[in-house]
């Protein structure tokens, strides 16, 4: 499912490389930072554990412990680039890139969570664009995504960081952006 | 008052072992989550005694010639010793999967669940999307 996908021609950025901070529409202080497995792994085990059903997107995050712990293992593995954003010691938010199984580092699939008490202040934003320096920096050319097509506010944020509409005709609406 | 036969909507995975099999339409254009369908559908009805045909579609999204998804389906079948009926659907998978099972007084049409990304993601298929749409008979989704 990576082939014959259209991504822009023009390279979008550049992106902010982790850590940065900065204050949240409620006042809080956010900082993005690459992903610990030693110190972020149980707290982030336990954001997705409360995670609202809801919220859910095309069947991530999976629900139950195991699940959870699986999933975690595959899209925080070899060759993935992750961050989390932290208030104080709690995890707010969780960003990653995951390459396409069929290429190397070149291209990858990008997924965003963020618990359900810190969305609406600007989170989104900042997780997503650390995110896609971290990957930059990685050496990572190409991001795509999908997203469910009635979820306006996310692709309103995907197109204000620079995500360009490569297949509107599916259930799905994907998106893609050039780094390099 | 009937009892051991079930008088409720049937559900595709927990039927009464006396309750006469489905009438089903499993449609397989070769993809990976059509294969996984294939496979549990021909599990079940091993079970169930399902009247199983199984459809051979032209998938657009993948490039698997029709003879040698003919050949997967028949040792499938032969290995879990269930006998189907396969035919071949040539045009448009989607509209002509739906106008056989309307046709053929099917019960119920049976398809792959949709495609998984590195990262998890389900992304379901353009025939499964058509077929959902699109049908006025029952359609399960393969998971």
């Known amino acids: 499912m990576t082939t014959d996908r259209g991504y822009p021609d023009d390279p979008a950025g550049p992106f902010p490389t982790p850590p940065t901070t900065a204050e949240d529409r409620e006042g809080r202080s956010i900082t993005v930072r690459r992903y610990d497995p030693d110190r972020d792994r149980e707290a982030l085990e336990a954001m997705y554990d409360t995670f609202d059903p809801a919220d859910r997107a095309q069947g991530i995050p999976p629900t139950g412990e195991d699940r959870i712990a699986d999933w975690l293992d595959s899209i925080t593995g070899d060759g993935t680039v992750n961050v989390v954003a932290c208030h104080g010691d709690d995890i707010a938010g969780h960003a990653t890139l995951v390459p396409d199984s069929d290429d190397t580092m070149v291209a990858a699939e990008l997924a965003i969570f963020v618990l359900q008490a810190y969305q609406g202040a600007g989170i989104g934003t900042h997780l997503i664009e650390t995110l896609l320096g971290a990957g930059e920096a990685a050496g990572v050319e190409r991001v795509w995504l999908t997203v469910e097509r009635w979820n306006e506010p996310a692709i309103s944020l995907y197109e204000k960081v620079g995500f360009r509409a490569s297949d509107t005709e599916s259930f799905e609406h994907e998106m893609t952006i050039r780094l390099h | ?143």
């Open chain 2, 1 to 143: 008052m009937s009892v051991g036969r079930q008088t409720g909507p049937a559900s595709f995975f927990t039927r009464a072992a006396d309750v006469d099999g489905m009438k089903l339409l499993l449609g397989i254009g070769g993809s990976d989550d059509s294969i996984r369908a294939l496979e549990g559908t021909v599990d079940r009805a091993a079970e169930t005694g399902d009247d199983l045909t199984v459809a051979i579609l032209r998938n657009p999204a993948t490039d698997a010639d029709p003879e040698e998804i003919e050949a997967r389906v028949q040792s499938v079948l032969d290995e879990i010793g269930v006998t189907a009926t396969i035919r071949h659907l040539e045009g448009d998978p989607g509209s002509q999967l739906v106008e056989l099972a309307e046709r053929d007084g099917f019960d119920r049409i049976v398809l792959g669940g949709g495609e998984t990304s590195p990262m998890g993601k389900i992304k379901l298929g353009g025939i499964a999307e058509f077929v959902l749409l699109n049908s006025h008979v029952s359609v399960t989704l393969v998971r």
